[in-house]
């Protein structure tokens, strides 16, 4: 199975950008990039995907690598309320299984 | 509003019972999923279904049974074969069926503990 490598955490203070990087160099043509959020003791939250081109939405962007074995998601001004684990997982097309394979994530701290 | 329902909160379970985790949606999705979630980890996957009286196993769908009668409800019973069910269990939908790439609704999610 396709698989990400994300760091275990990473730091940001309040209204700077953060750059949340993750590695999939397993990844195949066909499978989507998705990030994805979750605040303690809750439900992950749907931030962005993309398959091959760079995508923005109110929340975040997201920076594909040309050879898509690798994406960026960036929050341009982070806030407190930013502060969550992010996943970044494949979303693998087609098969008998397209469900979407979560790791740990990142641990996105973010100070005032 | 739309959204995904999961009850109760918190569920406590007795030494070989079995359990019954609420999950009711009103997003007019066919697909929906469960996972449960340990301390420090990512999403596994249990089982999921992309159509009414349909559905397949997951990762870990040992000691687990579910059903889908209903579009909107997808309800997940923990039995007493499984013997480590204390974990947080988060039930999802999607829009269409699993090979589509599209997002994931995720309920607040259901803690299970045993007494």
């Known amino acids: 199975d396709a698989k990400t490598t994300q760091p275990n955490s990473m730091e940001s203070n309040e209204e700077e950008p953060v750059h949340l990087p993750c590695n999939h160099s397993?990844?195949?043509?066909?499978?989507?990039i998705h990030w994805y959020r979750q605040l303690p003791s809750q439900g992950p939250e749907y931030v962005i995907h993309?398959?091959?081109s760079n995508v923005n939405n109110r929340m975040a962007s997201l920076a594909i690598a040309e050879d898509r074995k690798s994406s960026t998601l960036i929050l341009h001004r982070a806030t407190l309320r930013d502060a969550a684990v992010y996943y970044c997982?494949?979303?693998?097309?087609?098969?008998?299984?397209?469900?979407?394979?979560f790791g740990k994530g990142t641990k996105l701290s973010v100070k005032p | 509003d739309g959204g995904i329902t999961q009850s109760p909160k918190y569920l406590f379970r007795k030494e070989g019972q079995n359990v019954t985790l609420s999950c009711e949606q009103n997003?007019?999705?066919?697909?929906m999923y469960w996972y449960r979630q340990d301390p420090g980890q990512g999403l596994r996957l249990i089982y999921y279904?992309?159509?009414?009286?349909?559905?397949q196993k997951g990762d870990i769908a040992e000691g687990y049974s579910v059903s889908r009668e209903k579009k909107e409800s997808f309800p997940l019973t923990v039995t007493s074969a499984q013997k480590n069910p204390t974990a947080f269990y988060l039930c999802?939908?999607?829009?269409?069926?699993?090979?589509?790439?599209?997002?994931?609704?995720f309920g607040s999610g259901t803690q299970l503990s045993v007494l």
């Open positions: 999802a939908s999607s829009i269409g069926g699993t090979g589509t790439p599209g997002k994931l609704f």
């Open positions: 397993t990844i195949s043509g066909t499978d989507y």
């Open positions: 993309g398959l091959t």
């Open positions: 997982i494949l979303k693998i097309y087609g098969g008998s299984q397209g469900n979407l394979i």
């Open positions: 997003l007019n999705h066919d697909a």
């Open positions: 279904s992309q159509i009414v009286n349909d559905f």
